[in-house]
């Protein structure tokens, strides 16, 4: 069956560094995977969509890369902030539909 | 407008009621979800209507049951629920269901159902 998986443990980081979450995926290609964020108690939030013929892809602060032969996507925010602290859902796109992963836990620093 | 509104934000209920949860958008999309979440973990979609059509339908017992009356507009109606279906119920809609270019999901901030 198709699986995604995201660290399940917390990230903790110090304001300024580079926060890198990963997203390794099994058992499917999938044409696209999208990044989320979300807070406790809201919505997510989309951030970033990469497709497979994307190496990289970059917004603001955020970079995400794909490799289709690794089946895993790195999503790095630069220069992070206490604002970036909320947790990171990435949801590669199935056969008919997002799969979501449960998600990283950043935490950032001050 | 880029929003998309659910009603009520919190819900208490028997396992005998009888309620709705509502979900609402005006950006002129023509897909739109409901996902369930619980705490720690992912959003688990439910249910898809696309050009207000049931498209998918994840196994989702009958006592959900999704409706679409409009392209705005998105319920879900529930029934004799039982306490293991408390969670956080959130309504997504995106411009179409099928395309890599048009993917991107707008979630509402969900409805907090709590069954008692």
């Known amino acids: 069956s198709q699986k995604i998986e995201q660290n399940s443990e917390a990230l903790n980081i110090q304001e300024g560094k580079t926060a890198t979450l990963t997203c390794n995926y099994t058992?499917?290609?999938?044409?696209?995977l999208q990044w989320y964020r979300q807070d406790p108690g809201r919505g997510p939030v989309f951030l970033l969509l990469i497709r497979e013929n994307e190496k990289e892809k970059r917004k603001e602060r955020l970079k995400v890369t794909f490799d289709t032969t690794l089946k895993q996507s790195l999503f790095h925010i630069t220069a992070s902030q206490p604002a970036d602290s909320a947790t990171y859902l990435c949801?590669?796109?199935?056969?008919?539909?997002?799969?979501f992963g449960a998600g990283t836990r950043l935490a950032v620093h001050p | 407008d880029t929003e998309v509104t659910q009603t009520p934000k919190h819900l208490v209920m028997g396992m005998t009621n009888k309620k709705s949860l509502k979900c609402e958008q005006h950006m002129g999309h023509r897909a739109m979800y409901w996902y369930k979440q619980k705490a720690k973990k992912p959003p688990e979609l439910m249910f898809v209507y696309s050009y207000e059509k049931l498209s998918i339908n994840e196994s989702v017992p009958s006592r959900f049951s999704p409706e679409c009356p409009n392209s705005s507009l998105l319920n879900l109606h529930l029934h004799a629920l039982q306490p293991e279906d408390s969670a956080l119920y959130l309504c997504?809609?995106?411009?179409?269901?099928?395309?890599?270019?048009?993917?991107?999901?707008?979630f509402g901030e969900g409805s907090r159902l709590t069954v008692l």
């Open positions: 997504a809609s995106s411009q179409a269901d099928w395309t890599p270019n048009t993917g991107e999901l707008f």
């Open positions: 949801a590669p796109r199935g056969y008919n539909k997002l799969i």
């Open positions: 058992n499917y290609s999938p044409a696209y």
